[in-house]
Structures are given as C-alpha cells and as structure tokens.
C-alpha cells in the first residue's frame, strides 16, 4: 500500500485529520445555518456560497484523510479538494465586492468563470491515462518539472494566488483610501478575515499534516469573522483593541523585565555571579509571569478594593447627564429640591439636602428659604446682609464648607445670626448656583456617605451640577413670572366686567328714574292743562274783552302741550331701553303713513315757506306694523327736517321696494326723506341715534317743535330707531357733512321688512 497523502496520525484506527475536519465541518454547518436565517442581503448570499464551498472543502478533507477508503476515492476526493481550494479566492469576491459596498463588476465575473474553467480542467490532468501509474504513487513521485500531477498542482496554487491577490488586494486598497473611520474600523475587520483565511488556506497547501490541520482551524477562524461581520454593523474599534493590547503588552513586559532584573540583581548579590542561561533566562520568564499576575488579577483587585474604600463618583459626565435630564422639565422649585437631591444621594450618598433660594428684600438684605430634598429644614427663612463675606463669595461663584464659615478668617465678620441659621442647616458644603453672575441660591449639601469630606473632583462635579440647576431655576422664575401676569391680567379682566356690570346697573336705574320720574311729571301736568281748560271755559265771555288772559291761557296750553310732549318721548324711549315697547300690528299702506305722518305738520311747512315734495308712490307692497308708532317715527324724521333746513328750503319724501337681492334675503320698503338743510358732520351720523345726543355746544340750545334748528331733548331719533328696529327695520342718515351756509342736506332711510302676504295685496286694492 502507498501512502500518498501527509501521514495524519490516527487513534483507533480513526485519522485525527478526519475528526477534526468533521468537528470543522460541524463549526461551518452552524456558521452556514446561522448565517442564512433572517433576511438575505447581497453580502450575506455571497458568505453563504462561499461558506458552502469552505464547508465542502473540509468534508472533502474528511475523506482524503481516510485510510481505510479505496485509494481512487481518496485521490479524488483530495483532487477535488485542491480544485476548490483554487475556486475559493474567488468566490470570496461574491462577498468581498458587496463588502466594499459596490456590485460585482463583470469582468470579476469573466475573471471567475474563467478561472473555475482552468481549474476544472486542470483537475482532470492526473486522470490521463499515462499518468494513471503515477497516481498511486503521487506522494513518492519525484517532483520534477512535466510531471502533470505536479503541473496541475503548481496551476492550482498559481490560481489560488492569483484570487487572493485580487480579493484582498482589493479590501487593502479600500482600507488605504476610506477616510470615515468607523468603515475604515469594518474594512479592518474585513481584512483580518480575509488574512485569516488566506493564512489557513495557504497551510492547507503544504505537505506537512500538522500544517494542513492548522491551516484548517485559522481559515475557519477567519471565517466565522467575516460570518459575524456580514451580519452585525456594530463593531468595537480594533485600533482600540490593537492599542490596548499593545499598551498591555508593553507594561507587562516592562513589568516583567523589571522584576526579572530585581531578582537577577539580588541573585549576583547573593552568589556573586549569574549564568544567563538558564538561570537569567528563568527569573526573566519568572518575572514576566509575576508580572501578568499583577496584571490580571492584581489589577483588578487594586481597582474594586479602591472603590470600595475610597467611593467616588465613577462616571461624572454620566452624573451630570442624568441630573440635568432629570430636572429639567420640572417647574416646581419642591420638586427640583426632591429630584435633584434623589439623584445626588445615589451619587454621594448624602443625607440631608437642601436647595437654597435667594431673594433680595425691599429693605436691603437678602432672605434665603430653604427647600428641602432630603432631611429636613427650619422653618425659619435666614436673612443675609448684603455686604455679608458669605454671601459675597458665593456670589462670586465659591463653593464653601460649613468647616470654613466656621472657622475661616475671612468669614468671622458675618453676622451671629447668619452663622447660626447655616449651622441650623446641618450641612456640610454649599455650592452656590448662579446664573449670569447673579446668585440665584444654594445647593446646601449634608456630609457625604461613607467618607467625611467632598473631595476637590466631587466640589468641580458638584459646580457643574449646580450650573445645570441655576438654568432650571432660572426657567421656573420666567413661568411664576408670566402665571403671576395672567393672574394680574385676569383680575384685570374681572374688574373690567364687574365695571361693566356696574354700568349696566346704572343705565337700568337711569332708565327706571326716567320712567318714574315722566310718570310722576305726567299726572300734575295733565291737572295743568285740565285747569287751564277749564279756566278758559270759565272766562268765557271776558275772554274777548282784553287779549291778555287770551294770551296767557294759550301760552300755559303750550307750555303744557311741549312738556307733555317731551315727558312722553321719556317715557317711550325708557320702554325702547327695557325693550318693553308694546307694538300691535295691522296692515299698512305706506301713502297713508306717509300721509298721516306729514298731514299735521304741513301748517308748519307753510309757516317756514318750504316745499313738500312726496314723489309718486307707486306699486308698493303693504307692510305690517305698529301704525301709530310709525307715524310717530316718521313723523319725527320729517319734523326734523323742517327743523334743520333754512326758510324756503324743500323737503322731498319718496318711498321704493327694495328687493330681496340688494337686502340680503328679505324684502323691504324703504322711505328716503331727503332736505336741503344744514346737514350732519359723517362722525355725528351715528351718534345722533344715541339718546341725549346733540350736535355742537349745549349753550346754544333752543328749543321748538318746528323752529330753525330748534332742538328737543334729543331723544327724538333714538324713539325713531327703537320704533324702526321693533318692527325688525333699519334707519341710518347719509349727509355730505354740517355746513350752515352752504345747506348740503341729509337724507333719513328708513327700511321697514315686507312681511310676505297673499298674492295681490298691494296698494290701493286693501
Ligand atoms: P331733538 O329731539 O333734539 O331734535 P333728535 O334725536 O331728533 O333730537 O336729533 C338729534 C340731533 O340730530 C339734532 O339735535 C340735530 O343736531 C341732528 N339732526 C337730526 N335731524 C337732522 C337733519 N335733518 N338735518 C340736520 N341735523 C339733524
């Protein structure tokens, strides 16, 4: 029997090649396996296959490896073995190009094809017939230049070459030209992978057993690396790793030569001399092991018994993270007391707690309350003076211990009752909280756990937490801030409506007054004009006699006419103010209101030689309303227009139905009554509605029903527009503006709703 193949050593009749490559391939199966669960991107498919051929590989290893098996079979399986070795490099293109994050170009596919080509026929070489002797005897075979297993071995590994070249040629290049360090970290990993594998391959293609074997285990090593890099995007920084292990590497050895040398020394001490070797070479190698102990354990332990005895804050930065996060949503300084405090304790493990809050006082001086987040607090708020040391140095930012208000020289000129309410505290450090140099109060901490005092580090961290305090507080005086303005703005706004409800009142009792009082006035003024009545009956005959009573009687009559007439515009428009006006609805035609309403005060018009002009009204719908109260309103508008236009002057008074179109929705009949009189200033057009209201000074009031600007109590168009809006009309005045010599007029609308009606009711057929 010819043994061909690297004598393997066997146990049990079983080569130990075989059964590591079956644990190998068992290690490939479940890197296989764990690799094609969950999705299957590009680079992941690419590791597949290539992990499937590495898996093959190996099994075909298991069997070139067997004794027992039938040579031909052996051969073949180790010819395959080689043919896929030669393929391997290239497949790992399939994931070395989406590694790079770029598609396989394809000439790289051209470039496999080709080379899985060669190999496949370069496989078949040592099969040729007259090379068939020379198998058996493959190993033993003088390796000369021509023999064709030899060729086909030496293209094979030509192959091989060529592939590994390119693939991690190209993840060498990619490494050299990224820029972003956490791909160039990735691309590192890659590249470990790959030389891992090529190293384990390489060995596999020597002749020596113990080569192959180990070969066999890095390759696998290197790819379960590239396997956990095509899934995980996560990975440590392996120039940290590197470092570490150098910085490692280099203490210990330091370490260990120091050692080494120590009891080199004291060895020639004692015995004067040394041989190297073996002795020096021992304590060297004694001291690097003492070394390594030191530092893997020794280390350890130094580090755990020193947080043990000396605690501190391990992570400051975290610290401060984790209070800010925590304080800074809260708008209560309470809370900002409780939490900040929870968090310090775990921190420092303190035991009392508090937040101190500063406040200039109206009568100089500083008041300082106390809010407690652990432990307790008194009552008391303290009072600062403010020339106080203690309050100075906090102000410029010093944090002080309670040990040195006591007992430092430059704090013995504070007060007796400043120091006493700090002692009352019973607290150990105060770190001041400022913000723009203003101090806003204190972090007031209680000894910390464990230790007595706060070391410089906890007094730097503590600082910066209180600078993340002083911006919370400061927020939380901007929101009492703007809450005490709203509750001002709202007591604002309650004053306002009680005012508001207080005129109102008012406006009532006015109205109630009026209405009392034209009452009260109507009764003795009806008595007035019954006397007067009767007086005038009695006098009978003597009247004609001498004109004198006749001119009395006539002028009390008046008199008594006008202010009746004017206690009963009191009395109406109180009613329109209550909104207690009693309307009693009939049909009406608007000639005849517009007839009744002028019919008495055409003597009038005479009298002041004005024309009266009533435009044909023609096709008027008829309108349902109060009809004595309209005539009153119009007539009153008429009135005035006689009133305020000069001797002469003409008064036109023309009606139209205003359709539904021009009114928005609803029909309306709409009666203009235009003069030629003084007119109305555009800002008193409004006014004049208002009861009371009266154009230019007071003094020049006159008064008269008929008379050139004699004016009434003004209460004539405030009754016009109650009586108008009653019967759900309108009524407005457009004037060019006041002028008395110029007379530029005004015209009065007044728009009454048609109240739809049977089909043909109009004008003249009721
Ligand atoms: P009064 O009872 O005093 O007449 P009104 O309410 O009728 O009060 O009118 C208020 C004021 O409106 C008048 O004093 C007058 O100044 C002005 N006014 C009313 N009608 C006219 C008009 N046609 N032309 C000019 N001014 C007028």
């Given at each position: 029997?010819?043994?061909?193949?690297?004598?393997?050593?066997?146990?049990?009749?079983?080569?130990?090649?075989?059964?590591?490559?079956?644990?190998?391939?068992?290690?490939?199966?479940?890197?296989?396996?764990?690799?094609?669960?969950?999705?299957?991107?590009?680079?992941?498919?690419?590791?597949?296959?290539?992990?499937?051929?590495?898996?093959?590989?190996?099994?075909?290893?298991?069997?070139a490896v067997w004794e027992g098996i039938p040579h031909l079979m052996r051969f073949t399986a180790w010819n395959l073995a080689g043919l896929l070795l030669s393929c391997l490099p290239f497949a790992a293109w399939l994931w070395i190009w989406p590694f790079l994050g770029r598609p396989l170009p394809g000439s790289a596919m051209?470039?496999?094809?080709?080379?899985?080509?060669?190999?496949?026929?370069?496989?078949?070489?040592?099969y040729r017939p007259e090379t068939a002797k020379g198998l058996l005897a493959w190993w033993q075979a003088a390796r000369w230049p021509g023999d064709p297993i030899l060729a086909s071995w030496g293209i094979r590994e030509g192959l091989w070459g060529v592939g590994t070249a390119v693939g991690l040629g190209g993840l060498g290049w990619a490494y050299r030209h990224t820029t972003r360090p956490l791909h160039r970290n990735r691309l590192a990993y890659g590249l470990l992978g790959g030389l891992l594998i090529t190293l384990g391959e390489g060995l596999a293609w020597t002749p020596r057993a113990d080569w192959i074997a180990l070969g066999w285990v890095?390759?696998?090593?290197?790819?379960?690396?590239?396997?956990?890099?095509?899934r995980r995007s996560e990975l440590p920084s392996l120039q940290r790793i590197g470092r570490r292990l150098l910085v490692f590497t280099f203490s210990w050895i330091l370490q260990g030569g120091l050692i080494g040398g120590g009891l080199a020394g004291l060895r020639v001490l004692q015995e004067g001399r040394?041989?190297?070797?073996?002795?020096?070479?021992?304590?060297?190698?004694?001291?690097?092991?003492?070394?390594?102990?030191?530092?893997?354990?020794?280390?350890?332990?130094?580090?755990?018994?020193?947080?043990?005895?000396?605690?501190?804050?391990?992570?400051?930065?975290a610290l401060v993270r984790r209070y800010a996060q925590s304080i800074s949503n809260l708008l209560d300084v309470q809370r900002v007391a409780q939490v900040a405090f929870a968090v310090l304790q775990e921190a420092f493990g303190l035991r009392q707690?508090?937040?101190?809050?500063?406040?200039?006082?109206?009568?100089?001086?500083?008041?300082?309350?106390?809010?407690?987040?652990?432990?307790?607090?008194p009552s008391e708020p303290g009072r600062f003076a403010l020339d106080s040391p203690i309050l100075r140095a906090w102000q410029e930012g010093h944090p002080l211990t309670q040990y040195q208000i006591d007992f430092g020289a430059a704090f013995q000129s504070a007060s007796p009752?400043?120091?006493r309410w700090l002692q009352s505290l019973g607290v150990e450090l105060f770190i001041p909280i400022r913000s723009q140099a203003l101090l806003l109060g204190c972090l007031a901490l209680g000894a910390r756990g464990g230790v007595a005092a706060y070391s410089p580090?906890?007094?730097?961290?503590?600082?910066?937490?209180?600078?993340?305090?002083?911006?919370?507080?400061?927020?939380?005086?901007?929101?009492?801030?703007?809450?005490?303005?709203?509750?001002?703005?709202?007591?604002?706004?309650?004053?306002?409506?009680?005012?508001?409800?207080?005129?109102?009142?008012?406006?009532?009792?006015?109205?109630?007054?009026?209405?009392?009082?034209?009452?009260?006035?109507?009764?003795?003024?009806?008595?007035?004009?019954?006397?007067?009545?009767?007086?005038?009956?009695?006098?009978?005959?003597?009247?004609?006699?001498?004109?004198?009573?006749?001119?009395?009687?006539?002028?009390?009559?008046?008199?008594?006419?006008?202010?009746?007439?004017?206690?009963?515009?009191?009395?109406?428009?109180?009613?329109?103010?209550?909104?207690?006006?009693?309307?009693?609805p009939i049909s009406i035609q608007i000639p005849t209101l517009i007839r009744m309403a002028v019919e008495p005060l055409e003597g009038a018009i005479a009298e002041r030689r004005q024309n009266l002009i009533i435009e044909p009204l023609e096709d008027l719908p008829v309108i349902h309303g109060d009809l004595t109260r309209l005539v009153q309103a119009l007539r009153h508008i008429v009135q005035n227009a006689i009133k305020f236009t000069p001797d002469g002057g003409t008064i036109t008074i023309r009606a139209r139905s205003v359709p539904p179109e021009e009114a928005g929705g609803s029909a309306y009949v709409e009666i203009a009554v235009q003069d030629t009189g003084i007119g109305i200033d555009p800002e008193d057009q409004v006014l004049i509605f208002e009861k009371f209201y009266r154009v230019g000074p007071i003094e020049l009031h006159s008064t008269g029903s008929v008379k050139f600007k004699g004016a009434g109590p003004g209460l004539g168009l405030p009754i016009a527009r109650g009586i108008i809006e009653a019967h759900g009309g309108r009524i407005w005045v457009e004037s060019p503006g006041y002028d008395e010599t110029r007379c530029p007029g005004s015209t009065f609308y007044i728009w009454l709703p048609v109240i739809s009606r049977p089909e043909g009711s109009r004008v003249g057929e009721e």
């Open positions: 029997m010819v043994n061909w193949s690297p004598p393997f050593p066997v146990i049990g009749g079983i080569p130990l090649g075989a059964i590591l490559s079956a644990g190998l391939v068992g290690i490939y199966g479940l890197l296989l396996g764990w690799r094609l669960r969950g999705p299957s991107t590009g680079p992941i498919a690419g590791v597949a296959l290539y992990g499937g051929l590495g898996l093959l590989w190996q099994g075909l290893w298991g069997i051209v470039g496999m094809g080709m080379a899985a080509g060669i190999a496949l026929i370069v496989a078949t070489l040592p890095i390759r696998a090593g290197g790819m379960g690396l590239v396997g956990a890099l095509s040394l041989e190297f070797i073996p002795a020096g070479v021992e304590l060297l190698l004694t001291g690097l092991v003492g070394a390594w102990m030191t530092m893997v354990i020794g280390w350890p332990l130094h580090q755990w018994l020193r947080r043990r005895l000396m605690p501190s804050v391990e992570d400051p930065a707690g508090l937040l101190l809050l500063f406040e200039d006082q109206p009568g100089g001086g500083v008041e300082a309350r106390a809010i407690v987040g652990l432990g307790e607090a009752e400043e120091r580090a906890d007094v730097d961290l503590l600082a910066s937490v209180a600078e993340q305090t002083a911006a919370v507080l400061q927020n939380i005086r901007l929101v009492e801030d703007l809450r005490r303005l709203n509750v001002r703005l709202a007591e604002l706004n309650e004053d306002l409506a009680r005012t508001a409800r207080r005129l109102e009142k008012l406006d009532r009792a006015k109205t109630h007054f009026i209405e009392i009082a034209s009452h009260e006035l109507r009764t003795p003024l009806t008595h007035i004009r019954g006397y007067a009545d009767l007086l005038a009956e009695t006098l009978g005959e003597q009247r004609e006699a001498d004109g004198t009573m006749e001119r009395i009687l006539q002028g009390l009559r008046r008199s008594a006419l006008r202010l009746e007439e004017i206690v009963s515009a009191m009395l109406d428009i109180s009613q329109i103010d209550a909104e207690a006006l009693s309307i009693y």
